[in-house]
T-cell receptor, first 118, second 111 residues
Framework: GAVVSQHPSWVICKSGTSVKIECRSL??????MFWYRQFPKQSLMLMAT?????????EQGVEKDKFLINHASLTLSTLTVTSAHPEDSSFYIC??????????????FGPGTRLTVL | KQEVTQIPAALSVPEGENLVLNCSFT??????LQWFRQDPGKGLTSLLL?????REQTSGRLNASLDKSSGRSTLYIAASQPGDSATYLC??????????FGKGTRLHILP
C-alpha cells in the first residue's frame, strides 16, 4: 500500500505564533508532495507544490513568506504557518505523489490537520 | 480556468436505494478524473480513477462514468448503505501533477 501520515492531527494556537505541520510518506519515496487547504463546506484548494531538494511552487494568492514549505527528504515535507491569525484556521491536507513505472503516477492523501487559531 | 461543479450539494436517500452523483468540469482537456470519499474531519480516500481515454470504472457497488467531450462525470452507488454516508468529491487533473476539486456532495443514507 501507500500510506501518508500527517502530524499533528489537530492543533490550537494563539494568534501570532507559528505552527509546523509534517507530512510523511511512510512506505514510499515522494519527490513531490502537495499542500491543500480546505475551509468548511468548500473544496480543497491547492496551496503549493513541494519538491524535494528545491523551492516549493506556490499557487496564485498564497503568500510564500507566510506558508513556509520545506521538503528536505524524500519522505518528509513540512508546512509552517508563520504568525498565524484566526483567518488561517482551516483543515490542511497534504498528498504525496508515488511514481509508477508501468502506470500513471498516483497521489496519496494524508488524514489532514485541523488548525484553529485563537 | 478549470472549474469543477458538483450537484447536488447535499443528498439524503433511504437505505437500499441506488443513487447518482453528478460532476461537471469546464475544460475537457483533462488527464484524468477521480472520485474521492471524505468522512467528517478526515482525509481523502480515492474511490475510482478514470483516465482520459477511459469511459468508466467500477469498484464493487460503485461505478463512475466519464464523458470528456461534454465535461461530465457521474458516480453511481448501488444498494446504498448507512456506511456510505460521507462527502464525495470529484476532482480533475489538467495534467498529471495537479488536481482541481469540486465542493463535494454530502450524502446521508437514512437507515
Amino acid at each position: 500500500g501507500a500510506v501518508v501520515s500527517q502530524h499533528p492531527s489537530w492543533v490550537i494556537c494563539k494568534s501570532g505564533t507559528s505552527v509546523k505541520i509534517e507530512c510523511r510518506s511512510l512506505d514510499f519515496q515522494a519527490t513531490t508532495m502537495f499542500w491543500y487547504r480546505q475551509f468548511p463546506k468548500q473544496s480543497l484548494m491547492l496551496m503549493a507544490t513541494s519538491n524535494e531538494g528545491s523551492k516549493a511552487t506556490y499557487e496564485q494568492g498564497v503568500e510564500k513568506d507566510k506558508f513556509l514549505i520545506n521538503h528536505a527528504s524524500l519522505t518528509l515535507s513540512t508546512l509552517t504557518v508563520t504568525s498565524a491569525h484566526p483567518e488561517d484556521s482551516s483543515f490542511y491536507i497534504c498528498s504525496a505523489r508515488k511514481e509508477n513505472l508501468l502506470s500513471a503516477d498516483t497521489q496519496y492523501f494524508g488524514p489532514g490537520t485541523r488548525l484553529t487559531v485563537l | 480556468k478549470q472549474e469543477v461543479t458538483q450537484i447536488p450539494a447535499a443528498l439524503s436517500v433511504p437505505e437500499g436505494e441506488n443513487l447518482v452523483l453528478n460532476c461537471s468540469f469546464t475544460d475537457s482537456a483533462i488527464y484524468n478524473l477521480q472520485w474521492f470519499r471524505q468522512d467528517p474531519g478526515k482525509g481523502l480516500t480515492s474511490l475510482l480513477l478514470i483516465q482520459s481515454s477511459q469511459r468508466e470504472q467500477t469498484s464493487g457497488r460503485l461505478n463512475a462514468s466519464l464523458d470528456k467531450s461534454s465535461g461530465r462525470s457521474t458516480l453511481y452507488i448501488a444498494a446504498s448503505q448507512p456506511g456510505d454516508s460521507a462527502t464525495y468529491l470529484c476532482a480533475v487533473s489538467p495534467r498529471d501533477d495537479k488536481i482541481i476539486f469540486g465542493k463535494g456532495t454530502r450524502l446521508h443514507i437514512l437507515p
